[in-house]
């Protein structure tokens, strides 16, 4: 990957809205996204319409009014807040004679700069090519001619290799092969988890909700917590210890976004296939945000997409060190479902977060009666690996045990079932 030069920069913030009511998060939100990115802010140009122009995505007018902007700022670049059709970018870059990325290549350039592993750099870089594939022919004619920057940098734009559609589709094909190893290492690694006597939960949220602040918290664990924009990209599986002395398996995952590009939800299916595997979520929310309402919207549409919107979910307002108006906060309680209030960095909260918890997997467990033969006996070891004995008799002609176990293992029990 390429790091930025010393000197950051200049960009030019274009942002079309037409919730006139999210216009000025929207506009804060890709500030941040360009500062995390190594961007310094030059100018920002927001205009509210019914939809985007289908040929400037802003319309001529504002475009001439961008590439007058551009050169009195002197502005290294454009950056839009949607993703840009090759038509509108490749107009955009004519009328502005200035590169002219849009907010997947940004958030794609951030992950770049983020991936460390070579899980996350394979995803990244497929996501990046996915992306290139249909632009090549528009966006740049000579790619080798590229410094890097933000938006091209780690691959996309920089060599010969990506000038070619057929080399570009047979690199997209040898990563996928990579990524699909991955996979099944991960699923290696979740069979061997599910041996271990843990429930799984998976930490969800907007990206910088404090998810991993709240891993260390509860298991006393020190993963990387960042204020930035997208800190964590490769997961973390930390134990929790409970209150009644059980144990659950967290594993913090990737922060989402509002319009996160799909190319990068299914470039990073493997990592996020964590949450689709646990036995429930714990969504946390950012409770100080004042847009807190559309960042759990663009959670819960990143979730519908995975398949993993019905999952059991405890919502973990967070932060609550910083909110001001409690009347809010209470509201936000009372209209969820199965919500507790906390702050990870102050521990405020915990205590009831954790009682939270505990309840939810008392919910996932059935209560079971079961007389198990002696020459079955490794059934009884399996009942106290996935789930609680409350009794464990041995009586001459079987194993008496009532549990709470997990549905799966009381499916699999079914025919030592008897009636309580």
């Not at 590229?146 to 559609?165: M, P």
């Not at 930490?203 to 260390?216: D, E, F």
Request: with cysteine; glycine share 6%; net charge negative.
């Amino acid at each position: 990957m390429h790091h930025l030069d010393n000197e950051a920069e200049r960009a030019i913030l274009v942002c079309v809205e037409t919730n006139e009511s999210a216009e000025a998060y929207a506009v804060e939100e890709l500030a941040s996204l360009a500062s995390t990115a190594g961007a310094e802010v030059a100018e920002v140009f927001h205009q509210h319409r019914k939809e985007p122009d289908p040929a400037y995505y802003v319309g001529k007018g504002k475009a001439e009014e961008l590439a007058v902007a551009v050169a009195d700022t002197s502005a290294d670049l454009v950056i839009v807040d949607t993703e840009l059709t090759p038509t509108q970018q490749r107009n955009l870059q004519e009328m502005t004679k200035s590169r002219v990325i849009d907010r997947t290549q940004l958030i794609l350039d951030i992950f770049g700069q983020r991936a460390h592993t070579r899980e996350g750099k394979l995803q990244v870089e497929l996501a990046q090519m996915t992306y290139l594939l249909p632009r090549l022919m528009n966006l740049y004619t000579k790619f080798e001619r590229q410094q890097g920057g933000i938006g091209v940098r780690g691959g996309a734009g920089e060599t010969k290799l990506e000038t070619d559609r057929r080399k570009v589709r047979d690199r997209i094909g040898a990563l996928n092969e990579e990524i699909n190893e991955v996979v099944s290492q991960r699923q290696q690694q979740r069979n061997l988890r599910r041996r271990l006597p843990f429930p799984t939960a998976a930490l969800v949220g907007y990206t910088s909700a404090g998810k991993s602040t709240l891993i260390n918290t509860l298991s006393g664990a020190n993963v990387y917590a960042d204020p930035k924009l997208f800190a964590t990209l490769d997961p973390t599986t930390r134990r929790v210890v409970l209150p009644d002395g059980w144990a659950i398996l967290v594993t913090d995952t990737v922060g989402f976004i509002r319009n996160l590009p799909h190319d990068l939800v299914a470039a990073f299916r493997a990592t996020l296939e964590e949450v689709n595997e646990a036995d429930f979520l714990l969504h946390v929310v950012d409770a100080s945000h004042p847009q807190v309402q559309l960042q759990r919207e663009a959670v819960a549409d990143v979730l519908d997409e995975l398949g993993a919107g019905d999952k059991p979910t405890i919502t973990i307002f967070n932060k609550v060190d910083r909110v001001t108006d409690q009347y809010h906060l209470r509201e936000l309680l009372v209209s969820t479902e199965n919500a507790c209030a906390i702050s990870a960095k102050t521990h405020q909260g915990i205590p009831d977060l954790m009682d939270r918890v505990v309840a939810t997997l008392k919910s996932l467990l059935v209560p079971v009666t079961l007389h198990i033969p002696y020459d079955r006996s490794e059934l009884v070891t399996q009942c106290y690996e996935y789930g609680r004995v409350l009794k464990a008799d041995y009586r001459n002609e079987h194993i008496h045990v009532e549990a709470e176990i997990t549905r799966d293992l009381a499916g699999r029990l079914a025919d030592y079932r008897v009636a309580r």
